[in-house]
């Protein structure tokens, strides 16, 4: 099943207001990727962490690799109409043969 | 650039009907992923290969097949397609073993 696991499934926020999404798991990862989905279209990759604690940004949004290796963090701050999407935490749980594993996702609302 | 491309956008089945979704991609990676999506349930691993020559069960198998006909293309074939399998079905190829590249979905209706 599921080892990802994020809250609440939506959020609903006014233009220009910041957001933070976190994604936990019970096991540890190696890696943590944040992935946003646009309405009809597929995923697509907006931030990759590879280290225990390290901090990446990509514009207006910044992700956290957490220091246990079993949570990460999304920030997106002054938040515009086209932030407007699903939001994935994946990664490949720890092992040899792991899968890159998907969160349910958070449906992100933006008010105007 | 094409990336990842998946036929059909769209399928309306009868239950009991068989029919094979398409993936091909044109990055020369080694490992690609079918999933599925329905509401509340994020994305679920169906089956995934490796490398060519190789696929493996992933989360969610039942009903459904694949072959990875050459290092381009990964295909799923639902062989008698129910009502349970009403779902959006996306292909993915990897770089490495995290950055997924995705197609932009079939959307499959069972009736």
């Known amino acids: 099943g599921q080892q990802l696991n994020q809250s609440p499934q939506s959020m609903f926020i006014q233009e220009g207001e910041d957001v933070s999404m976190n994604c936990t798991s019970s096991s540890i990862f190696n890696t943590w990727l944040w992935y946003k989905q646009d309405p009809g279209e597929g995923p697509v990759l907006l931030i990759a962490l590879y280290k225990a604690g390290e901090l990446t940004s990509n514009g207006r949004l910044t992700a956290q690799f957490g220091i246990t290796r079993k949570d990460s963090f999304l920030n997106i701050s002054a938040s515009i109409p086209s932030d407007v999407g699903i939001y994935f935490c994946?990664?490949?749980?720890?092992?040899?043969?792991?899968?890159?594993?998907f969160g349910k996702g958070i449906t992100l609302s933006v008010r105007p | 650039n094409a990336g990842v491309t998946q036929t059909p956008k769209f399928q309306v089945l009868k239950t009991g009907q068989s029919m094979t979704l398409q993936c091909a991609q044109d990055m020369n990676h080694n490992s690609m992923y079918w999933y599925r999506q329905d509401p509340g349930m994020g994305l679920r691993l169906i089956y995934y290969s490796a490398s060519e020559g190789t696929t493996d069960k992933g989360e969610v198998p039942n009903g459904y097949n694949v072959s990875r006909l050459n290092k381009r293309e990964f295909s799923l074939r639902l062989e008698s397609a129910a009502p349970s399998q009403t779902s959006v079905y996306f292909c993915a190829s990897l770089r490495g073993r995290t950055e997924a590249f995705f197609g932009q979905g079939t959307r499959l209706t069972v009736v």
């Open positions: 994946a990664g490949p749980p720890g092992g040899a043969n792991s899968k890159l594993t």
